[in-house]
C-alpha cells in the first residue's frame, strides 16, 4: 500500500447500539458490533454518544482506535481526553472491559480513547521511543496518535489542553513514551504495571505523572531488571523533571492486600508525581478499592486534575 505520510483518512462504525438475538449491549462486549464484522468506520458527524469502531490510516497502515463518546459529553465544554492503551499481544476491545474507564468518562463528560496496537508476526505492539530506537517494529506509533486526536477533533472538539495518557505493560511504556516525546500533546500521564524505556526528555512543559506497579510481577518486575527500569526509577525521574517535593509512605489495605501510596506533590506549575506500590500484586491491570475510591478513580481523577499548563 502506498504511504500517505499525515494524510488519515477515515471510515464509519457504531458499536454501541443493541443488536437483537446476539446478546450485545451498550457495555460493548468483546467481539460486539452493529456493523458486519465489527469493521471499522468513522466518527458520526452529528456528535452523537456511543461506542465508535473507528478505521485511520496512517503512514501506510490501516489503524484502528475505539472511541467512548458519553452521553454527557458536550461540545461546548471544557471537555478532556484520555488516552488508554492496551499492553503487547493485547487488544482495545478487550482492553476497553478489563480496565473500563467508562464510568469515570460519564461523569466528567470526557471522551476515552482506547487505540489498537500494530501487528508484529501476530502481536500486537507499541512503539514508545523515537523510530529507531529500542522498538519493536518500525511502525510510527506516535504519528498515529497524532492523526487520531486530529480526527477526533474534528468530530467531537475537546479541550487539546486536557489530553492524558495511561496504559497497561507495553501500553505503559507507551504513554510515558508520549509524555516523553510528544510532550507537547500531553498533559499527565499514568502508567499500570510497566515502566519507561527513555529518559532525558525535552520536555514542552511539566507533566504529572501516576504509577501503579505490583511486586509479584514477574513480567516487568518491580524492581526492574537487565531489561527495564524499576518502577522507583521511572518515579524518581519525573520527580526530578517536575521538581516535586518529598512524600511520606502511606498505608492502607483492601482485603487484606496492602497498598502503598506515595503523593510528590508541590512540582513546577503545582505537578505531581504519585506511586502506589501494590503488595503481592501481578502483572495485571490492578484494582484496589479503599475510602470509598478504586484504583480506577484515582488514576483518573488524578490524569484530569492537570492541563499542559499545570495543575487546574
Known amino acids: 500500500m502506498q504511504k500517505t505520510g499525515s494524510t488519515a483518512m477515515v471510515r464509519v462504525a457504531t458499536l454501541a447500539v443493541a443488536v437483537l438475538g446476539l446478546g450485545c449491549s451498550a457495555s460493548f462486549g468483546v467481539g460486539c458490533s452493529s456493523s ?32 467512548y463518546v458519553p452521553e454527557t459529553y458536550d461540545a461546548t465544554a471544557d471537555t478532556p481526553l484520555v488516552l488508554n492503551f492496551h499492553g503487547f499481544e493485547g487488544g482495545a476491545r478487550y482492553h476497553l472491559e478489563d480496565s473500563d474507564l467508562r464510568t469515570q468518562a460519564d461523569r466528567a463528560g470526557a471522551i476515552l480513547l482506547v487505540p489498537q496496537g500494530a501487528e508484529l508476526d501476530g502481536s500486537p505492539h507499541w512503539n514508545p521511543s523515537r523510530l ?42 507507551m504513554a510515558m513514551g508520549l509524555a516523553c516525546e510528544r510532550s507537547h ?20 512543559h511539566p507533566i504529572s505523572v501516576i504509577s501503579i506497579h505490583g511486586t509479584r510481577d514477574d513480567t516487568i518486575p518491580y524492581d526492574g531488571n537487565g531489561d527495564y527500569r524499576s518502577a522507583l526509577d521511572v518515579v524518581d525521574y519525573w520527580r526530578g523533571a517536575n521538581e516535586t517535593e518529598n512524600a511520606e509512605e502511606v498505608t492502607f489495605t483492601d482485603g487484606g492486600t496492602l497498598i502503598s501510596h506515595w503523593a510528590y506533590e508541590g512540582g513546577t506549575a503545582g505537578t505531581a508525581v504519585h506511586h502506589y506500590r501494590v503488595d503481592g500484586g501481578y502483572h495485571v491491570w490492578l484494582q484496589f478499592t479503599a475510602d470509598g475510591q478504586s484504583s480506577n478513580d484515582r488514576i483518573w481523577n488524578f490524569l484530569t486534575a492537570y492541563s499542559v499548563h499545570g495543575q487546574l
Request: proline fraction near 4%; charged fraction near 20%; glycine fraction near 14%.
Open 36 to 67: 458486519p464484522n465489527g469493521e471499522a468506520g468513522e466518527l458520526p458527524a452529528d456528535r452523537s454518544p456511543g461506542t465508535f469502531l473507528v478505521g485511520l490510516e496512517h503512514d501506510g497502515l490501516q489503524r484502528e482506535f475505539i472511541a
Open 132 to 173: 529507531g530506537g529500542d522498538n519493536k517494529s518500525s511502525v510510527d506509533d506516535f504519528g498515529f496518535v497524532e492523526a487520531m486526536l486530529n480526527e477526533v477533533q474534528v468530530a467531537y472538539p475537546y479541550n487539546a489542553d486536557r489530553v492524558s495518557a495511561v496504559g497497561y505493560s507495553n501500553g505503559g511504556m
Open 185 to 204: 500533546l500531553i498533559a499527565s500521564a499514568g502508567v499500570m504495571s510497566g515502566t519507561m524505556l527513555d529518559v532525558g526528555c525535552e520536555l514542552s
